[in-house]
């Protein structure tokens, strides 16, 4: 049964779960910030993404993502980067007492960490959003229900030299294939949400 992590209880959980490393983090210089907005659209608890937009430069251009970016010289830490980076794309203000935590770093190609900050964004209609239309194509949601869901879930091996290196979750059946770092966020953030009923099954030593 999917808990009702949208209650004032469900938000104090994962508050004192992420206190301890949200403190240690916030500390530390970081590459990048993505924010995970948790949203309610028309009651149902999902989580909000974006598919980056087409014409911008580099390998991860049409991808599905969280909201975010490169943190910059004049940012606070990294929660100030994932809310400045939210409302630049999508022109959707979070108040920083909306943050929950932060969750574990994940790690770009190039072995930079970028910090994935849980917030709760409240009741939200993805097709009310404004995207910068530069950056962003489209923003969707999927309710955690459907990423709960086993027939949703996939993984993907990723192999080097003809030698198995790791694998990575994917999640399907929805308007875009969610795969990559935007996954194994994912990952996280349900098996905070949802302790018990999703269960990860990743292998190997985790991507480079």
């Given at each position: 049964?999917?808990?009702?992590?949208?209650?004032?209880?469900?938000?104090?959980?994962?508050?004192?779960?992420?206190?301890?490393?949200?403190?240690?983090?916030?500390?530390?210089?970081?590459?990048?910030?993505?924010?995970?907005?948790?949203?309610?659209?028309?009651?149902?608890?999902?989580?909000?993404?974006?598919?980056?937009?087409?014409?911008?430069?580099?390998?991860?251009?049409?991808?599905?993502?969280?909201?975010?970016?490169?943190?910059?010289?004049?940012?606070?830490?990294?929660?100030?980067?994932?809310?400045?980076?939210?409302?630049?794309?999508l022109g959707?203000?979070?108040?920083?007492?909306?943050?929950?935590?932060?969750?574990?770093?994940?790690?770009?190609?190039?072995?930079?960490?970028?910090?994935?900050?849980?917030?709760?964004?409240?009741?939200?209609?993805?097709?009310?959003?404004?995207?910068?239309?530069?950056?962003?194509?489209?923003?969707?949601?999927?309710?955690?229900?459907?990423?709960?869901?086993?027939?949703?879930?996939?993984?993907?091996?990723?192999?080097?030299?003809?030698?198995?290196?790791?694998?990575l979750p994917?999640?399907?059946?929805?308007?875009?294939?969610?795969?990559?770092?935007?996954?194994?966020?994912?990952?996280?953030?349900?098996?905070?949400?949802?302790?018990?009923?999703?269960?990860?099954?990743?292998?190997g030593p985790?991507?480079?």
């Amino acid at each position: 049964m999917l808990p009702d992590c949208l209650s004032a209880e469900g938000e104090l959980r994962c508050r004192r779960l992420l206190a301890t490393a949200t403190a240690r983090l916030r500390a530390r210089p970081a590459s990048a910030a993505v924010l995970v907005p948790l949203c309610s659209v028309r009651g149902v608890p999902a989580l909000l993404y974006t598919l980056r937009s087409s014409r911008l430069t580099g390998r991860h251009r049409g991808d599905v993502s969280f909201p975010g970016g490169k943190c910059d010289p004049a940012d606070q830490d990294v929660v100030h980067t994932a809310l400045r980076e939210t409302q630049e794309e999508l022109g959707l203000a979070v108040p920083q007492e909306h943050v929950w935590g932060l969750l574990r770093p994940v790690y770009d190609p190039q072995k930079a960490p970028v910090v994935p900050v849980l917030a709760g964004v409240g009741p939200l209609d993805p097709q009310s959003l404004r995207p910068n239309s530069e950056e962003v194509d489209e923003v969707f949601a999927l309710p955690l229900a459907h990423l709960l869901q086993t027939q949703n879930q996939g993984y993907t091996h990723f192999c080097q030299g003809g030698h198995f290196r790791y694998t990575l979750p994917v999640f399907l059946h929805g308007p875009h294939r969610v795969w990559g770092l935007t996954a194994v966020i994912t990952e996280f953030a349900l098996q905070l949400l949802a302790p018990g009923t999703y269960q990860p099954r990743l292998a190997g030593p985790g991507p480079p």
